[in-house]
T-cell receptor, first 112, second 114 residues
Framework: QKEVEQNSGPLSVPEGAIASLNCTYSDRGSQSFFWYRQYSGKSPELIMSIYSNGDKEDGRFTAQLNKASQYVSLLIRDSQPSDSATYLCAVNEGSGTYKYIFGTGTRLKVLA | DVKVTQSSRYLVKRTGEKVFLECVQDMDHENMFWYRQDPGLGLRLIYFSYDVKMKEKGDIPEGYSVSREKKERFSLILESASTNQTSMYLC?????????????FGSGTQLSVL
């Protein structure tokens, strides 16, 4: 059974701090990794994608991938109350497939 | 602006009814997906489709079927609704391209089966 694991939280951080969200996956054949943000009552929206080992930065967001450890993380710098949401990690099921496995999500609360 | 539109935001049905959930995308995407989302269980794939008239089972297809007669439309059918199918249903689409294409989600249908 291929799995994506996330801590459900809530993860509480003060405004302006760095929020660190983590995700591990079981399928070594996975090639594409995504972070989606989901506000309460809304559908998920993509915020970051990463495909190779290392860091990828986009504004206040940094995705980190370590394929050897099967680990993906998302850092949010200068966290804002508007960042309070559930963050879903998604991993493609393996080579040559368009299927994605989602983690159960980490709820982030940024305290003003 | 790209769009995935689901026909209903909220739906209430009775046990045993046949239920149709419709999804339309205007992005000319080849891939379309149906997920359900339940608290503590995350998003689980029910069915997906790579092309017109093509369908593949996801992780939890039991009790569901799908139809894709046109590229832009992907329908989810609950043949005989049961209370354990009460859930949020999310439709998504993506380009076929490489395997790194992101998913675009519809706004979801909250289905209650009484």
């Amino acid at each position: 059974q291929k799995e994506v694991e996330q801590n459900s939280g809530p993860l509480s951080v003060p405004e302006g701090a760095i929020a660190s969200l983590n995700c591990t996956y079981s399928d070594r054949g996975s090639q594409s990794f995504f972070w989606y943000r989901q506000y309460s009552g809304k559908s998920p929206e993509l915020i970051m994608s990463i495909y190779s080992n290392g860091d990828k930065e986009d504004g206040r967001f940094t995705a980190q991938l370590n394929k050897a450890s099967q680990y993906v993380s998302l850092l949010i710098r200068d966290s804002q109350p508007s960042d309070s949401a559930t963050y879903l990690c998604a991993v493609n099921e393996g080579s040559g497939t368009y299927k994605y496995i989602f983690g159960t999500g980490t709820r982030l609360k940024v305290l003003a | 602006d790209v769009k995935v539109t689901q026909s209903s935001r909220y739906l209430v049905k009775r046990t045993g009814e046949k239920v149709f959930l419709e999804c339309v995308q205007d992005m000319d995407h080849e891939n379309m997906f149906w997920y359900r989302q339940d608290p503590g269980l995350g998003l689980r794939l029910i069915y997906f489709s790579y092309d017109v008239k093509m369908k593949e089972k996801g992780d939890i297809p039991e009790g569901y079927s799908v139809s894709r007669e046109k590229k832009e439309r992907f329908s989810l059918i609950l043949e005989s609704a049961s209370t354990n199918q009460t859930s949020m249903y999310l439709c998504a689409s993506s380009l076929r391209g490489a395997t790194n294409e992101k998913l675009f989600f519809g706004s979801g249908t909250q289905l209650s089966v009484l």
